[in-house]
């Protein structure tokens, strides 16, 4: 499988978006998507991967947030709904995609909330993934920070 790193970007950049959508309305994944499409730069984004991360992340929910709530300082429900959507979607990659790389998936999280969270909801969403990758992805994690030292 030939996975294109911008074009896998995009489709994050376009599921954060799909994901706040549905947390607002509580629309089908689909009609998310059917929603999304006409902004979707098809050229430019993993279209398969977009309507993954959306239907995936809403069909999980409940297992998502289930490993993401033991690791974040407020209700969920409280936590500001576009670092929600960014936290629900990077958790989904660490529990579903290994092979990508947890410090990318928790990166990439960072990013999006660079672009659309408050202004230092970043440093939230990089504190509450680095807890949850280290359970998630507990050898990788441990295996990667042993070799920092």
Not at 42 to 61: G, M, P, S, W
Not at 80 to 85: L, M, S, T, W
Not at 105 to 121: D, H, L, Y
Not at 137 to 147: D, G, Q, Y
Request: charge should be negative; proline fraction near 4%.
């Amino acid at each position: 499988m030939n996975v294109n790193p911008a074009k896998r970007h995009k489709a994050r950049r376009y599921a954060v978006q799909a994901l706040y959508h549905w947390q607002m309305t509580d629309d089908s994944a689909q009609d998310v998507i059917d929603y999304m499409m006409p902004d979707v730069n098809q050229n430019k984004t993993d279209l398969e991967y977009f309507d993954e991360l959306v239907h995936k992340v809403i069909a999980q929910r409940e297992t998502i947030d289930e490993a993401l709530v033991p690791h974040l300082d407020r209700d969920l429900a409280s936590v500001d709904p576009v670092e929600r959507a960014i936290l629900r979607l990077a958790t989904y990659e660490l529990q579903s995609h290994p092979e990508i790389p947890y410090r990318v998936v928790i990166n990439e999280a960072i990013e999006q909330c660079k672009t659309f969270g408050a202004e230092e909801g970043h440093k939230y969403v990089n504190g509450v993934m680095d807890k949850a990758a280290a359970v998630i992805r507990e050898v990788e994690f441990t295996s990667h920070n042993a070799n920092r030292d």
